[in-house]
């Protein structure tokens, strides 16, 4: 069957035009399947006799680094961060010194998309290592999930008890416990030769109690490493990320349908001139 040339080419406009608007939508669904999804790393000194330092977090494909932490003291663990699945490294450094030095440790991590992980300095200065923690961030209906690090020296080995339940029997310095389920609701947390301080743990959040070194003592400071949702809180701790993510052009759809509209307006508009050129030359 055969069109006059101006229904060709209208034919022909609507076919290139319903091509255009495709293209944005295969191109959103190759993004999306070539997403690998987010997880969170937060970075921790929890080492008592360790001086200040500087933590650099690199993804492996760039040597600029996307974080850094400067003068981190011992105690202070980093609000979680929300960062690409990928392969990643932690270089810890002298506090002051240059980011181009020599890393007095440095570690790799690989991070899998909805989990979370904290990256810890631990241990005695002399024996210094960087651990690598997987954390849970779900929890079994109406419970809470709780586990212990220990990072005190004063203490090498501790006791830690929620109430009537036995959190870390023998917990030495520089370990971590199991996560352990508890009922919620508000515990006396105990350490060994320490009265205890209370804390409330509500039902689908995760926690992870720090012993640590304190002024009087040992000190037990509760992380909250999920509340409720399967995702990190995002609140910060001591020490914050910093930086703001650009956005990404709009939809190109919108201008696509104008360039198409306005197309298919001149064409019949182009249309119905000839006509009129048509009638006008019959008269």
């Known amino acids: 069957m055969k069109y006059p040339r101006i229904t060709r080419r209208l034919l022909m406009l609507l076919a290139t ?42 993804s492996f494909d760039d040597s600029n680094a996307m974080i850094v932490l400067h003068h981190v003291a011992y105690g202070t663990v980093s609000p979680y961060e929300s960062v690409q699945a990928g392969d990643y490294s932690v270089a810890m450094r002298a506090a002051g010194a240059s980011a181009t030095s020599q890393p007095v440790l440095s570690t790799s991590v690989t991070i899998t998309k909805g989990h979370a992980y904290t990256v810890a300095g631990m241990g005695p200065e002399s024996g210094l290592r960087l651990a690598v923690l997987d954390d849970d961030l779900t929890t079994p209906a109406g419970r809470a999930l709780v586990r212990v690090i220990q990072a005190s020296l004063k203490e090498q080995v501790v006791k830690v008890t929620l109430g009537s339940s036995v959190l870390a029997g023998s917990l030495k310095f520089g370990n971590v416990s199991a996560y352990q389920a508890v009922s919620p609701g508000t515990e006396t947390v105990a350490v060994t030769g320490d009265a205890g301080s209370s804390f409330a743990f509500a039902a689908g959040t995760v926690h992870t109690l720090v012993v640590l070194d304190g002024a009087n003592g040992l000190e037990v400071v509760s992380l909250e490493d999920a509340s409720g949702s399967g995702e990190p809180p995002a609140g910060g701790v001591q ?27 001149a064409l019949t508009g182009g249309l119905r001139l000839r006509r009129h050129r048509q009638l006008t030359a019959r008269i």
Not at 32 to 43: M, P
Not at 244 to 252: C, D, F, Q, V
């Open 17 to 58: 035009s319903a091509l255009l608007l495709g293209i944005p939508a295969a191109g959103a669904a190759f993004a999306s399947s070539a997403t690998t999804g987010t997880g969170w790393i937060r970075l921790a000194h929890l080492s008592p006799n360790t001086p200040a330092v500087d933590v650099y977090l690199y």
């Open 239 to 265: 020490t914050g990320f910093g930086g703001t993510a650009g956005h990404g052009p709009g939809s190109p759809v919108p201008w696509l349908v104008a360039i198409g509209a306005g197309s298919l307006l």
